[in-house]
Every structure is written in structure tokens, then in C-alpha cells.
């Protein structure tokens, strides 16, 4: 699935309904769209980084949305927490690739940057929600 295709399919569901499959989710849509960035950012890094910053980067910004997508069907609020935690964890290791990857001069982040803490933002208001459907 393109970028476009992905943008698209948000735009349709911006009316809250509710999600039936992860890909439903507009934070996993959104973190799909930051792999995808990293990725194509990661490709221009030096050869020299292909089992380096290049493979840790995309290890960590796949973890976000395979995670979100694995709580997404647990059953208990706890399980899905914890998921979306580990999702946040793996966020917070890409903001520091992100540095890295600026003052090793490899390239711009900021974009990037604003569309990890975006994602971040919108995690922490799913993983409320999903605390505050069982008070």
C-alpha cells in the first residue's frame, strides 16, 4: 500500500468510527507512514551503517506499529497497556536514532521528528482511552 492510499483511508475514517481491524487506527496509520519515512531516510545512510544505525533505526520504528497492531486484539486492558507501552518505548528509542542520525549529519530529522512526536501524542490518547473504557 502506497503513502497516498494510506493518507486517504485516514481521511475516510477521521468520523471516529470504530476500529475493526488494527489498520483502523489512526496512530497505527500514522506509525505505518513513519516506517515507511525511516526506511526511505535509512537508504541514503553510508554503507557503512547497513548493520548499524540503518538496521537498529528500522528495527525500532517497525516495534511501534507491530506492537500497537498486537494489543490491538489482546482482550484484557492491561495486556493492550502494556503492548501500547512497549510501542512508547520503541518511540522514545527513535527520537534518539533521530539525533543520532542529525549529528552524524546523515540528514534533516525535523520532519521526521514532528511526525514521531505526533504519533506520540496520539498514542497517549489511545492508551487513556483504553484505561478510561473500563472506570
Same mark, same amino acid.
Request: some cysteine.
Given at each position: 500500500?502506497?503513502?497516498?492510499?494510506?493518507?486517504?483511508?485516514?481521511?475516510?475514517?477521521?468520523?471516529?468510527?470504530?476500529?475493526?481491524?488494527?489498520?483502523?487506527?489512526?496512530?497505527?496509520?500514522?506509525?505505518?507512514?513513519?516506517?515507511?519515512?525511516?526506511?526511505? &531516510? @535509512?537508504? #541514503?545512510?553510508?554503507?557503512?551503517? !547497513?548493520? $548499524? =544505525?540503518?538496521? /537498529?533505526?528500522?528495527?525500532?520504528?517497525?516495534?511501534?506499529?507491530?506492537?500497537?497492531?498486537?494489543?490491538?486484539?489482546?482482550?484484557?486492558?492491561?495486556?493492550?497497556?502494556?503492548?501500547?507501552?512497549?510501542?512508547?518505548?520503541?518511540?522514545?528509542?527513535?527520537?534518539?536514532?533521530?539525533? &543520532? @542520525?542529525? #549529528?552524524?549529519?546523515?540528514?534533516? !530529522?525535523? $520532519? =521526521?521528528?514532528? /511526525?514521531?512526536?505526533?504519533?506520540?501524542?496520539?498514542?497517549?490518547?489511545?492508551?487513556?482511552?483504553?484505561?478510561?473504557?473500563?472506570?
Amino acid at each position: 500500500m502506497r503513502i497516498e492510499q494510506i493518507e486517504f483511508r485516514m481521511k475516510e475514517t477521521e468520523e471516529r468510527i470504530p476500529a475493526k481491524t488494527f489498520e483502523d487506527l489512526v496512530v497505527w496509520q500514522k506509525a505505518h507512514i513513519f516506517v515507511l519515512a525511516v526506511y526511505k &531516510l @535509512t537508504n #541514503d545512510f553510508p554503507k557503512s551503517e !547497513t548493520y $548499524g =544505525l540503518s538496521a /537498529q533505526f528500522r528495527r525500532a520504528a517497525t516495534s511501534i506499529p507491530a506492537n500497537i497492531s498486537e494489543g490491538f486484539k489482546k482482550k484484557g486492558t492491561n495486556d493492550k497497556v502494556r503492548f501500547m507501552n512497549i510501542a512508547q518505548g520503541s518511540l522514545e528509542e527513535c527520537k534518539y536514532y533521530l539525533v &543520532l @542520525t542529525k #549529528d552524524l549529519n546523515y540528514a534533516d !530529522t525535523t $520532519g =521526521l521528528r514532528e /511526525q514521531l512526536d505526533e504519533v506520540g501524542k496520539i498514542l497517549q490518547a489511545y492508551m487513556s482511552a483504553i484505561k478510561n473504557s473500563n472506570s
